[in-house]
């Protein structure tokens, strides 16, 4: 069964299973299976990078703190945002500090918790930079790894058959395999058949890889827009970050189709062609010489010809700061509500932006906090002087 198509209704216990994949998804389902599993056997094509989740619940005390002293909640909050986009250097560049404070991280977890395993250790160390493929964050991996009951194969599968999977010298028969073998991430849309203008396809307008502008319109569909699209997947950070901004973006398109609507005139926007091409160029050029393009592994970031069409070259406060404006030259405006909506001086809308990094740093906190309790000490003395001197009277 394929991870999306899970059968709940199977019952695994004392089953002899193959696992095909060690992505993402195989680090989540593994260490489930393996404890009701008679045996787990991993197949490997390439190791991943493996960092610490570091999972672990959280304290009264800290609950108290964030629930009865805000601006630490917040300032936890933007602490947690500015260390995501920190991790940006560490997948754009393989190379940086950043990148190599992960491998650290990788291995040392690696090593502490496969003990003694060099065997392991090599076949499960990436030859490649961190980022060039998704960085898997889990606890669970390398334990469930170490389990009696689990063993790793890497040698190449070279059919399945009705009883199991041949590898290279080898056979083995099994109850039920588990193919944790990803998704069709660079189809962008499938498998919705959607026509455009002049009756283009979406299918042929993506010939050779797909694209939109900001991630969101496409070239040919008037008045289309969507959400992750191509080019905005992150390495480093959340992906709702992303789409919040697509939002506001795409309700300042929609607002201009309504207002001509609600005076009964049309209007139709579709990114000019001629901008959608420098856009895509722009954000290729840096990707291209990105982790991502490390020519030592495969993603599902890249489509056959090795274009990456799914990430986004740059940080999440760089997308936000470029959706936050919806410039309408960008757009060729069509209908008869064109002059009425978008005439005059008004070509350009600001949607704004949700801000989620630090603002104010720890030091004019700290000070501003001393400065807080000095006045409210202040007050409470003067207070208890003037109440023992209208005692005293």
């Not at 080019?231 to 973006?249: F, K």
């Not at 001509?260 to 290729?284: C, F, G, H, M, T």
């Not at 959706?323 to 960008?330: P, Q, R, Y």
Request: net charge neutral; charged share 25%.
């Amino acid at each position: 069964m394929h991870s999306a198509r899970w059968d709940w209704s199977y019952d695994m216990k004392g089953k002899k299973i193959g696992m095909i994949g060690n992505g993402a998804t195989a680090a989540q389902i593994l260490p489930e299976i393996a404890k009701v599993a008679s045996s787990v056997t991993v197949y490997q094509r390439s190791p991943n990078w493996v960092i610490p989740r570091e999972d672990k619940a959280v304290g009264p005390l800290k609950r108290a703190v964030f629930r009865y002293l805000p601006p630490i909640r917040w300032k936890s909050r933007a602490l947690m945002m500015d260390f995501r986009e920190s991790f940006y250097d560490a997948v754009i560049d393989g190379q940086s500090p950043f990148a190599g404070m992960i491998r650290e991280m990788c291995i040392g977890q690696m090593h502490a918790q496969l003990p003694g395993k060099e065997d392991l250790w090599q076949k499960l160390t990436p030859d490649y930079n961190p980022g060039c493929k998704r960085i898997i964050i889990s606890d669970d991996y390398y334990p469930a790894i170490a389990r009696d009951n689990v063993s790793l194969e890497t040698r190449k599968i070279e059919r399945i058959t009705e009883s199991g999977i041949d590898v290279e010298g080898g056979h083995e028969d099994y109850d039920m395999l588990v193919l944790a073998t990803g998704f069709r991430t660079v189809e962008f849309m499938h498998p919705i058949k959607i026509i455009g203008a002049n009756g283009r396809p979406l299918s042929e307008i993506w010939d050779g890889g797909a694209r939109a502008y900001q991630g969101t319109c496409v070239e040919d569909l008037p008045n289309f827009g969507m959400l992750y699209g191509p080019n905005t997947n992150l390495g480093h950070n959340s992906i709702i970050l992303m789409i919040e901004s697509q939002s506001r973006y795409l309700n300042g398109l929609i607002s201009a189709v309504l207002a001509a609507r609600r005076s009964s005139r049309s209007l139709s926007l579709k990114p000019k062609p001629d901008v959608i091409k420098a856009y895509n160029e722009r954000i290729q050029a840096v990707l291209q010489n990105s982790s991502f393009a490390d020519p030592k592994c495969n993603s599902w970031y890249k489509n056959k010809d090795g274009i990456i069409t799914n990430n986004w070259s740059g940080t999440v406060v760089e997308y936000q700061q470029q959706l936050s404006e919806v410039d309408f030259d960008d757009y060729i405006i069509e209908g008869d509500g064109a002059n009425a909506v978008m005439g005059g001086s008004k070509r350009k809308i600001n949607v704004g932006r949700v801000v989620e990094e630090s603002q104010v740093s720890l030091t004019t906190m700290a000070v501003t906090a001393v400065g807080v309790a000095a006045l409210a000490g202040g007050m409470l003395l003067r207070n208890t002087r003037f109440m023992e001197s209208v005692r005293v009277r």
